[in-house]
């Protein structure tokens, strides 16, 4: 069994930083592509970023120049820093993973509210 926990979201401002972190436990072997996706009220989740096991980068064009993903391989997190955020940014975020046990499989973590308001 594994287990995405997410931490992080809260209300912010306009134009002020968040960070989101995941952290993946179980009986892992090892852990391919992270990513975050962001699903705002009524919307499709879509992806923010993703990040390979060997730290490519992609993010979506919204989180370009703001937002910075980054992972801890030997810890097994994944963490989101969210920079100059905006009403549009508001969303649930969800840490999603592709988790090696005895097969690999993409587990997803349960969410995080993001909400930026004044």
């Known amino acids: 069994q594994v287990q995405l926990v997410e931490s992080g979201g809260g209300l912010v401002q306009p134009g002020g930083s968040r960070r989101l972190s995941c952290a993946a436990s179980?009986?892992?072997?090892?852990?391919?592509?992270m990513a975050w996706y962001g699903q705002a009220l009524g919307k499709q989740r879509e992806l923010v970023a993703r990040i390979s096991a060997g730290d490519n980068t992609n993010y979506a064009g919204s989180a370009k120049c703001r937002f910075t993903i980054s992972r801890d391989n030997a810890k097994n997190t994944v963490t989101l820093q969210m920079n100059s955020l905006n009403p549009d940014d508001t969303a649930i975020y969800y840490c999603?993973?592709?988790?090696?046990?005895?097969?690999?499989?993409?587990?997803w973590g349960q969410g995080t509210q993001v909400t930026v308001s004044s």
């Open positions: 179980g009986m892992i072997v090892s852990v391919n592509d």
């Open positions: 999603y993973a592709v988790v090696r046990t005895s097969y690999p499989y993409v587990y």
